[in-house]
């Protein structure tokens, strides 16, 4: 039914829930990592399952994710493959729910966009829906492509991280045709600390700001499951300095939406 595809490095706090939060509900999971200094390998390689496919790539370019990701497709043999980062964690409601909807998508349909939640400070805050800036199919917001089909002729096209997966056509995320929009979401941590290793990138994307409070009942259930002990805690916090800080740039940016 549906393979998913992963591309990690250095994703050690979250990348056994993100794993775990899908495994039973997807037929194969395609793993590359990327040259991962820190404990990812050795959490990724504690995940038993006949369903995981995992491969070191080493270190790689920008150009050649994307060479990596059409891999991917290659070794892909079900109709639709599922995007998966190590920082993204989904319940098994939203999950459920998506590949049912994909499952009876007409043929014409290629990719489903989604919602994301966010977080911010820890997994129980996700920044409000005003904050994102993602446009499609009219919408704004925190909203992504995750899941796509299998298509003749489409394949992964540009440069890590603006790649797009591209027809005859042009990039599908510009075909609105070919779009539908399943009102579910995911648990995104991008915003959180997702290494040891001390990466400028992932550092330049974490976010000191007050969020919304989720729902107790809609955390993904796999951060409440029993875990190896080389798994990080997920229930992080933030320290007295940074809650005071998130407090502040939330006031400063609230300003400026207003403004």
């Known amino acids: 039914m549906i393979t998913v595809h992963m591309v990690v490095k250095n994703e050690e706090q979250w990348v056994w829930f993100a794993v775990n939060s899908v495994l039973n509900f997807v037929d194969r999971i395609i793993i590359y990592d990327t040259g991962s200094t820190d404990r990812t390998l050795e959490i990724l390689k504690s995940i038993k399952s006949s369903k995981i496919e995992f491969e070191e790539k080493g270190s790689v370019t920008p150009e050649k994710l994307v060479d990596l990701r059409n891999e991917q497709i290659k070794n892909t043999k079900t109709d639709w493959f599922m995007l998966l980062d190590g920082d993204e964690v ?100 991008t915003h ?36 190896p002990e080389i798994v990080p805690d997920p229930f992080i916090t933030t320290s007295l300095i940074e809650k005071l800080l998130a407090i502040i740039l939330t006031i400063v940016k609230d300003i400026k939406y207003k403004i």
């Open 90 to 189: 989904w319940s098994e409601k939203s999950l459920t729910l998506l590949l049912s909807k994909i499952q009876s998508a007409p043929k014409e349909k290629i990719a489903a966009i989604v919602r994301s939640r966010n977080c911010v400070g820890d997994i129980f805050h996700f920044l409000p829906e005003n904050r994102g800036k993602y446009n499609i199919l009219g919408m704004t917001g925190h909203f992504n492509i995750r899941v796509f089909r299998k298509s003749p002729g489409f394949c992964w096209k540009g440069v890590y991280p603006l790649e797009a997966y591209e027809g005859a056509f042009g990039a599908v995320n510009n075909q609105d045709e070919k779009l539908i929009f399943v009102d579910v979401y995911y648990w995104h941590l």
């Open 192 to 227: 959180l600390k997702r290494s040891t290793i001390n990466d400028s990138f992932k550092k330049k994307k974490r976010k000191l700001e007050l969020g919304i409070k989720a729902d107790k009942n809609k955390i993904p259930e796999v951060f409440y499951s029993k875990k």
